[in-house]
């Protein structure tokens, strides 16, 4: 198994939006890190293109840490989206734990 990855790509076409992706290992091991990340990136953009793809394993933790950065987001006035690439189960957590945006 490959490790965590997290890369932003900034949107040459507008300068407030960035594109997150989020690859491999997606757990507590690496939450705090990620979370760290985002927080500096939120305070930098105004709209946030979550991409979540290649998914090797991802626990509740990572959840949470999608959950927090939507709501914190949203609290800001600002634009979250976000594009999943996940099986059916994992797409039907999402659900479970309150994720509520179509998917």
Do not use: C, H, W
């Not at 949470?64 to 989206?81: M, S």
């Amino acid at each position: 198994m490959k490790n965590a990855e997290l890369l932003f790509i900034d949107n040459p076409n507008n300068p407030k939006a960035i594109s997150l992706v989020f690859k491999g290992l997606l757990s507590i091991d690496n939450a705090n890190e990620f979370r760290d990340q985002l927080l500096k990136k939120i305070e930098a953009y105004e709209i946030f293109n979550f991409e979540i793809k290649e998914v090797e394993m991802m626990d509740l933790s990572f959840y949470q840490l999608l959950l927090a950065a939507k709501k914190t987001i949203g609290l800001k006035k600002k634009k979250f989206n976000i594009i999943m690439s996940l099986p059916q189960d994992r797409l039907e957590l999402f659900a479970q734990v309150g994720f509520d945006i179509d998917f």
